[in-house]
């Protein structure tokens, strides 16, 4: 270590805007998320939260986990209220009647929030070109609530509501490409990332930060609960989605796109889908299905990103 | 002493029921949840923090001497630490009562 | 004395947001509100207002960008109707439990099925639960005046509550009426600036919206409860200050030639002007018959009302909304209910009529009144019953 001082680690805030107390599973790979996102995106934030896992393990009355300014409402209309406060942020610093801080506002949503009941008040905010960065917790169900599919939820994964049977193999449908509707409504940045590559997620969640304008980041967040996997495994789970090419790490910026973490070789799917009990039930034939929509899709990603 | 929420009355709110302490959740003892508690070889700790990055309850911080450590009262024993550092410092025993 | 013009109240509402000087307006059309918000994109447009103009997706998000906007600071105003009130029934009881002084004008109206854009009460009927302070207006002049009395009362530092402006879709959103319109002076003197105790600010972290198990959501009710009752002395407040600068005074019961009169309708809003000529014209022929209006539906005014129909024996509720399947018209039976064993309480009787913005004439108020005669005495029961429904 003759020219090297400091390891990167050591680098990142070491101030918790989102404090421990909370009430996350062990081993909850979304508050990893969350709390990362909160070193990279500061103190001069309004963060408007859905209804949803982060929400309820972060704010028992009288007891909040937040250091931030923070509002909740209700489950589908996180992008509106983020809406509101950027319209207000605007107004009154424009009439004088706040000093002009550029506070930042940051909207908060898992992928039920996001994808499903959500997806209008998101697309309405994308559209009206609103300055926010919306995170998106996605860990593939309607976790909170007890484990029931969402569109984000992954071809073949047992959920509550999707649940493998003697006539069904799981979820039928293949999971929503929502950061592609995101770039759909040509804002300047979207992008996908994973806390098992912080350093890559917190530069992202940043730039979407000084970007202005909307902003999307799809976060993959491991659920030991909702996947059954083991508790001590939620970033490695997350290192394997990233290396079987299952959740590729990218960005699109104004438009155009570009692999962050290139993989030479994806490992076989398998290895992803094994450690996983929300996969246990599939037969070889949806696994060979799974591996060749997941070749496919990558494919198309490296073309769009050539 | 802070009321619990059992002991709240209807007076005692803010108004729309804001919570005006940042952060307040620490008091409560997430600790209590282990069934595993991380310990330490600290001759191999290089110091280098990433444990610190991948601990979802944000509770591990450089104790006295340095050495990144897990505060117990929040740590759920969740293991994550275990493999993330890159020197096999930490292993996990099942929690005493 | 501001200047008497002619205008469609429905600008008349917008001008009242204008004089404001509202922050953020949330605009999602609907027929008949259509014209407050085209009004108040024009004036933005024009550089008459300087305000954030949300064209946002649906209702439910017109009023989900208010609850952000009103929780950063700003002053801020939406307008809707009918099916866009339903549509933003759950966020309502958000505002009025997070305690966000947002003012809303509603073009009430008619709600489906069958599809009807006309002026009724029921859309205002159903959201009255949601725990926001509700007023109705009867003509133009009260509509621009109850607007600009919104915004006081909402932000006032013991208040701080959401709150309604009801008007009655086209028969009073659409008339042409001379209003007297309010000087810009005088209305800094009415309305301080805008100053929300605890927004959302990077400087003081606050949180906002914590979830509440059962142990501690039933404390947080009263909490709410308490705060609704307590408005209705300062909502009087601001009639009387109102009073002082602009020269008309509200209350939340109106009375109309009540001096003696044994018998007399009860309106809530437009109907109120025809129930007026009806009166005069049975007073003319020696009837005592009186009219009373009422002005505030949330928080209810027991004490007002039961003042009010002191001495009188046989009292006309008459809704422009059927409750279906329950106890008859809306207000008929929460008055009903807040008479209830008060010592001498008159008969009451309800009609319910002019649904789906079908016009109620003069004749048939004063019918009304000869059937309420007959049925006192005949001794009918006290019901409600559907008027000037064919078959």
Redesign the interface.
Known sequence: MKNYNVYAARLTPSAENFSPGHRACVGCGETLAVRLACKAIGNNVIISNATGCMEIVSTPLPSTAWRVPWIHTLFENTAAVASGVDSALKALARKGKIPDRGTKVVAMGGDGATFDIGLQALSGAMERGHDFLYLCWDNEAYMNTGIQRSSATPFGAHTTTSPSGKKSYGQHNQKKNMPAIAVAHNIPYVATASPSYPFDMMAKVKKGMEMPGPAYIQVLSVCPTGWRTQVDQSVIMGRLAVETGVFPLYEVVNGKYRITHEVEKLRPVQDYLKPQGRFRHLTPDAISQIQEKVKEDYAALKEKAA | MKKTDAEMTWQDFEIGCIVTEPGSAVAYRTGDWRSQAPRYHFEYCIKCGVCAVFCPEGCIRPNKDGHFEADLYHCKGCGICVHECPTGVIYMVEEEE | MGKKIGIEVSMAISEAAKLADV??V?AYPITPQTHIVEELARMVADGDL???Y?????E???M???????????R?FTATAGQGLELMH??LY?AS????PIVMAVANRALSAPLNVWGDQSDMMAVRDTGWIQMICENGQEALDSTLIAFRVAEHPEV?LPVMVHCDGFYLTHVVEPIEMLEKANVTKFLP?FKY??P???D??????????P??Y???R??QE?NLRKSKAIITQVWDEFHKVFGRKYRAVEKYKMDGAKTALLTLGSFGETAMTAVDNLQAAGQNVGLLKLRLWRPFPFEELKAAVKGVENLIVVDRCLSTGGPGGPAYSEIRSALYGEPNQPRIFGYIGGLGGRDVMVSEFENIIRQVETKVKTGAAQEFELFGVRG
């Open positions: 922050d953020v949330a300087d305000a954030e949300i064209p946002v997706e649906s439910h998000s017109a989900s960008a208010c609850l952000g906007s009103s929780a950063a600071g700003a801020t759950e966020v958000v439990a997070m305690r966000l701080l600036p105790p605890l959302l600010d990077a003081k972290p606050v949180t906002m919206g914590a979830f509440a198990p142990v501690i039933s404390e947080t009263k909490a308490v």
